[in-house]
């Protein structure tokens, strides 16, 4: 069964797609706190997003950019707005597929089970695993697990994971984690890297990970194995 979030403020269209969603043995989850969409995804953990672009409170292509910097999951606009603007806008944001109002409830079922062959089924590519002492970072999924203990990452939190995983335990400069995670880092502010190495210090914390991360002065970042492989007990 997938679960299927409905993120849309008109009561009927949102029981309409959830009677639907049920009719093809999913489980449809209607949001009602339209303040707590990115903590009901959270708690949830959806396979797929339904979004519409007028929202109380925070727009559809807000909430957009606040999943998809945690999740790479399918999100599907269903938007009453047709303009290409619009479209361009969702789709810069994070969407995978837009549609406009009014709509066929069948056409929407059938673009959210071609998401989910696309995503987890038959066309799905196979899913990148980097392994390295018992830890375990899953790119695709934005996970990292240690154990029976995972933590949810950022995409940037995620590309700094991959590149020290990948180099451990070598140092890697500054200039080639900056290359890794910015298009043109010229234009970062210094202190940015800095905050992203905060953050994923602090979900290492999640895993019991303490002092792993070193800060090697005047070069770059280290990652030390300081957890212990469960295979080697």
């Known amino acids: ?8 403020d008109d009561p009927k269209i949102a029981e309409l797609l959830q009677s639907h969603i049920v009719k093809y043995g999913d489980e449809g989850i209607i949001i009602k706190d339209f303040q707590r969409v ?5 708690e949830v953990q959806p396979q797929l997003v339904l979004l519409d672009v007028n929202l109380p409170s925070y727009d559809g292509y807000y909430w ?15 938007s009453a707005r047709s303009g290409e603007m619009d479209q361009v806008l969702a789709l810069e944001s994070g969407a995978d597929d837009y549609i406009t109002k009014p709509f066929h409830y069948e056409i929407v079922m059938a673009k959210i089970r071609s998401q989910i062959r696309r995503v987890y089924g038959e066309y799905a590519t196979k899913e990148r695993v980097i ?26 939190e995620t590309l700094l994971m991959e590149t020290l995983l990948k180099q ?30 905060t953050r994923l210090r602090k979900k290492l914390l ?6 792993s991360l070193e800060t090697v002065r005047g070069y ?6 300081t957890w212990q492989d469960e295979a080697e007990g």
């Open 1 to 8: 069964m997938n679960h299927i979030l409905i993120v849309e």
């Open 38 to 42: 990115l903590h009901t995804f959270e």
């Open 64 to 78: 957009c950019r606040q999943i998809r910097s945690i999740s790479t999951c399918p999100i599907i606009f269903i």
């Open 131 to 156: 392994e390295h002492f018992g830890m375990i970072l899953y790119p695709e999924r934005m996970e990292l697990r240690l154990r029976d203990k995972h933590a949810v990452l950022t995409r940037k």
């Open 168 to 197: 451990c335990p070598r140092i890697v400069s500054r200039e080639a984690i900056l290359d890794k995670l910015w298009d043109d880092y010229n234009y970062v502010d210094d202190n940015t890297l800095s905050v992203n190495i």
């Open 206 to 211: 999640e895993l019991d990970i303490e002092d």
């Open 220 to 225: 770059g970042y280290r990652l030390n194995v």
